[in-house]
């Protein structure tokens, strides 16, 4: 009678944990489904004035992927992942595509708990908080990661980041360089903390994170010692290319150290930079007629392109003109590379769509983080992510690039007969 009794006390809670379960797993699952649709609406929109002649958007809704299933510690979790069209007449490898950051084509599983703990304090977790948040997300293997863990395990990222900060670079050759400065604000300061970072490709194509370090804004002083660190520590080729914003700081460091290397201006923030000098009014026809100096076929269009602009506005919106006529040849620096890297090296979107996700938490948490920390943290993320990016598009062109081929509108330039 007993016996059965205690059978009969124990099945609610089990149906209560049950139902807690399938709570949990639904909430996920619906999370993570909204936030992909809010990233696919971000990319329609920035395409939204892709249009062919007749009005027609080119960059268009393809319905969605097969039904994906995520497992989790909760249980296998359903998601569909939307597709793009891209209607153009223009060679394959130069179509764009959407594709999510947040659920990349790879991805079966939750991310490991070395992932998951810098994650979960960047979002602002306290350090006492961990064990119970990390149970409920990875269940039993997650048991006793108490305060003291956390502790040291922030204290062990700071010595890896350190040790990686003083690698030898003498074996390194890094084709293409994608600079930028990440802003954080920190704890106890008015000011926010700024994060310079280096992105390189290497001969075979595969990206990799060169520098990170604790910048004072994004000044000359700060990139210089950035550069001339990487120089004293074997990097003595120049990059090919350095894909970078309108900062001054890193260009003058950049002239200084690698002389060598051509410039590319980042079309993202250059079109950000000139719609900031136009009225709101005038944006979306404006960024248009941007698109079509960028994504001419060949330099030639793009001049045409960049005159016609320069003529449309020029009597009532100078300025927005002069920003862009300043930096005419930094923009088209791209048409003498191969066609098939355009996509990569027009603009910084490889260090944008890094440090997004970090840069959304950080910013949305109230429970910001110290100096000290910050870099680390940083530092562990990229280390992660950096294990799941992929080959930039053409890598077998890379030889060809660093050998001093020259191309033309992104094409290899034959040789003249003699």
């Known amino acids: 009678m007993k016996k059965n009794t205690l059978v009969e006390m124990k099945k609610p809670e089990a149906e209560f944990q049950d139902i807690l379960t399938e709570v949990l797993r639904k909430g996920a699952q619906d999370a993570i489904q909204h936030a992909i649709e809010a990233e696919f609406e971000g990319f329609m929109s920035f395409f939204k004035n892709v249009k062919d002649q007749q009005g027609r958007r080119m960059i268009v809704k393809n319905g969605t992927a097969p ?3 995520i497992s989790t510690p909760i249980g296998p979790i359903e998601v569909t992942v939307p597709r793009s069209k891209d209607r153009r007449k223009i060679p394959k490898e130069k179509k764009t595509r959407f594709s999510s950051s947040l659920l990349p084509p790879y991805l079966k599983r939750t991310r490991q708990l070395d992932e998951l703990l810098p994650l979960l304090y960047l979002k602002g977790l306290s350090t006492g908080d961990f064990g119970e948040a990390l149970e409920v997300l990875l269940g039993p ?8 863990t956390i502790v040291r395990l922030k204290e062990k990222w700071i010595a890896e980041m350190k040790d990686w900060q003083a690698r030898d670079l003498k074996d390194k050759d890094y084709v293409y360089f994608w600079a930028d400065g990440i802003y954080f604000q920190v704890r106890m300061e008015e000011s926010k903390a700024c994060v310079l970072v280096i992105l390189g490709v290497l001969a075979d194509g595969t990206k990799e994170l060169v520098a990170i370090s604790d910048g ?6 700060s990139w210089s010692e950035v550069l001339l660190d990487l120089k004293q520590r074997g990097l003595e080729k120049p990059p090919r290319l350095a894909v970078g914003d309108g900062a001054l700081g890193f260009w003058n460091a950049l002239a200084t150290v690698f002389g060598e290397a051509k410039v590319q201006r980042c079309w993202v923030h250059k ?5 900031n000098k136009l009225p709101k009014s005038l944006h979306d026809k404006a960024k248009y007629y941007l698109q079509q100096i960028w994504m001419a076929e060949t330099k030639v269009e793009a001049l045409k392109a960049f005159d016609y602009f320069v003529e449309l506005y020029k009597a009532k919106y100078p300025k927005a003109v002069q920003c862009l006529l300043k930096d005419k040849d930094d923009l088209l620096a791209f048409y003498d590379f191969p066609a098939e890297h355009w996509v990569h090296i027009r603009t910084t979107n490889p260090i944008e769509s890094i440090f997004a996700t970090v840069r959304l938490r950080t910013h949305k948490t109230k429970n910001c983080l110290k100096r000290d920390n910050m870099l680390s943290m940083v530092f562990k993320l990229t280390q992660s992510a950096q294990k799941r990016w992929r080959r930039i598009n053409g890598h077998g062109l890379l030889g060809e690039v660093i050998t001093g081929v020259k191309f033309v509108d992104g094409v290899k330039k034959r040789r003249e007969a003699a």
């Open 67 to 69: 039904e994906r299933e």
């Open 141 to 148: 293997k997650a048991r006793g990661v108490s305060a003291a």
């Open 216 to 221: 004072y804004r994004e000044s000359e002083q």
């Open 271 to 275: 079109t950000a930079n000139i719609l």
